[in-house]
């Protein structure tokens, strides 16, 4: 079965700092992607970034990239140089044959002045 | 302005009474997905429709029934029958497009049933 696990409940980062927040994924599919979402305290979901299981290159969007480690199952959301207004819940997420999409538990980022 | 609408923002309901939220999108894309998040906890999906009038269960599809007559629109209907209906609910639509699968997500409908 298709499983997301997000083992970083909760984090404290210093401002301009750079962050990773972990993403294991279990999946039997070839074809898969891997999707990061921000949920501010305001409820509203903001795509971050995206993979595809073929893809040979890590993905980045500005100060967002996605470490891809296929063997490892592994795809870990790094951000560089923290804002303040990085502060939200984080959610990876993956998409998998005939459309389908799971979502892990999230970690909750807080940034530190 | 495209995007996707969902409202209302907040609803209350009596247990026991059906209600459905509505999710309207006018960005021309293919697929649209419900999601239900309760506090603190990731999205779990209920229902999605890759195309007009098919749709499928996700992953807690039970006391939950919806409709995809137009390619515009995908309500949900949370009937009696859900046994913790209160929670927040997130629509989502997606274009489908080969190496494009972001999802567009509505702002969102707080459900209260007391």
């Known amino acids: 079965a298709q499983k997301i696990t997000q083992t970083q409940p909760g984090m404290f980062v210093q401002e301009k700092e750079a962050v990773t927040l972990d993403c294991t994924y279990d999946?039997?599919?070839?074809?898969?992607?891997l999707f990061w979402y921000k949920q501010p305290s305001s409820g509203e979901m903001i795509f971050l970034i995206y993979?595809?299981?073929?893809?040979?290159q890590n993905a980045t969007e500005g100060r967002y990239s996605l470490n891809f480690q296929k063997a490892r199952k592994s795809a870990n959301l790094v951000i560089s140089a923290s804002q303040l207004g990085d502060s939200a819940m984080y959610f990876c997420?993956?998409?998998?044959?005939?459309?389908?999409?799971?979502f892990g538990k999230g970690t909750r980022l807080h940034i530190l002045p | 302005d495209g995007g996707i609408t969902q409202s209302p923002k907040y609803l209350f309901r009596k247990e026991g009474q059906n209600v459905t939220l509505s999710c309207e999108q006018n960005l021309n894309h293919d697929a649209m997905y419900w999601y239900r998040q309760d506090p603190g906890q990731g999205l779990r999906l209920i229902y999605y429709s890759q195309i007009v009038n098919d749709f499928q269960k996700g992953d807690i599809a039970e006391g939950y029934s919806v409709s995809r007559e137009k390619k515009e629109s995908f309500p949900l209907t949370v009937t009696s029958a859900q046994k913790n209906p209160t929670a927040f609910y997130l629509c989502?639509?997606?274009?489908?497009?080969?190496?494009?699968?972001?999802?567009?997500f509505g702002p969102g409908t707080r459900l209260t049933v007391t």
């Open positions: 999946t039997s599919d070839q074809s898969y992607g």
């Open positions: 993979q595809g299981s073929y893809d040979e």
């Open positions: 989502a639509s997606s274009p489908r497009d080969r190496g494009t699968y972001e999802q567009y």
């Open positions: 997420a993956m998409i998998y044959r005939d459309d389908k999409i799971i």
